[in-house]
């Protein structure tokens, strides 16, 4: 399930990139977030990117081209638009799609920043993530809900950090 950091993974980010703003022929702005943007974390070899969209009009103005190069809805998140990339069944990037106006505050986007900046935090997400493995194997919780309490912990020090309120993590 989780696997030792691969050096590719920003090079596999910018192919993706490439592909929704070839696909939808617009220059959204795209950053890769979740745990393979964290150097030397282990992870999912799942790319996660978070995409700016003007609005969900934008986002579903494009939609067909999206999912026309490959992309298609199936996420339980309920926040926001999410679409899925696949090879031969398996899931290697996940796609969300944010508005302009809830940009600077997308708690995935603020959580990648401090993990980058705070190597101690991103040590102790590593240990929770590995945690949330064995939990799992054991048939005790879902991965996600296992790590949740550490997410939500260094989401909101993060955000209070910038002088955001607190919020929610869990969007499932």
Request: glycine share 6%; charged share 30%.
């Amino acid at each position: 399930m989780l696997v030792s950091y691969d050096p590719e993974w920003p090079e596999q980010f910018e192919a993706f990139a490439a592909e929704i703003r070839e696909a939808v022929g617009t220059a959204w702005v795209i950053e890769h977030i979740g745990s393979t943007a964290i150097p030397g974390m282990r992870a999912k070899p799942i790319i996660d990117l978070a995409v700016r969209v003007g609005d969900l009009e934008d986002f579903e103005g494009r939609r067909a081209a999206l999912e026309a190069a490959g992309w298609h809805r199936g996420s339980a998140v309920r926040t926001h638009p999410v679409m899925i990339r696949e090879a031969d069944g398996v899931r290697i990037a996940i796609a969300h799609f944010f508005v302009a106006e809830e940009w600077d505050a997308v708690h995935q986007r603020v959580l990648r920043d401090w993990l980058q900046a705070h190597p101690e935090d991103a040590e102790r997400y590593s240990r929770a993530k590995c945690d949330a493995v064995a939990a799992q194997a054991r048939g005790r919780t879902t991965y996600n809900a296992a790590k949740s309490p550490v997410i939500q912990d260094l989401v909101d020090r993060a955000r209070a950090a910038r002088g955001l309120p607190p919020v929610p993590v869990s969007d499932k």
